[in-house]
């Protein structure tokens, strides 16, 4: 009975999405939508959605764009972009660029060794400095936990193909190793 009420608030708030993307400047209306599971200007409750306000405009964009291509899978998100054309993904990019990345109180207390080793090994300062968001990469530093490391090990798994270095070098660590570099993050 859950999945029946579940499957049909999909499909009715996916027409509704679909809906409002057929009209032209309906930024307002996307957001509204997107804040559905992102929050509004402020921390999200679900430990399994990224924090997206402040996040790099052309990773917003590249994720929207992979989703609508099945280059990148998730059961709400591929539904959600499936209506917004090019315009409407770069306008929700732009906005939530714009946004203020709001900071979190840290999720746990972790051993910091275990995870600044295996990022030493894998090198993750080369192309995520600071871990604050540089140059259009995304920002690591404050996201979840639980969708980072969600994040990790679909690249592992070679379930999220949209970054094929990621894979090759989350292949070579072992859960715990990314259990805590998630944990470190999040932390930052």
Known sequence: ?????WASFIVC????????????GQLDAQVSVCEGCHGTNTVTNDPKVPEIQGQ????IYTQLKD???NRRSHQVMTLM?????????????????????????PEETIDESVATNAMTAGQCTQCHGNYKGLNGIPRLAGQKASYLEETMRAFKQKERMNAGAKSALFATMADAEIAAIANFLANQ
Not at 13 to 24: G, N, P
Not at 56 to 59: G, L, N, T
């Open 1 to 5: 009975m859950a999945r029946k009420i």
């Open 13 to 24: 708030y996916v027409a509704i999405f679909c809906s409002l993307t057929s009209a032209d």
């Open 56 to 59: 790099h405009f052309f990773y």
């Open 67 to 69: 989703y609508k291509a």
């Open 81 to 105: 972009s499936a209506g917004l054309d090019k315009k409407m993904m770069k306008s929700l990019a732009q906005y939530y660029s714009e946004q203020k990345w709001v900071s979190r109180a």
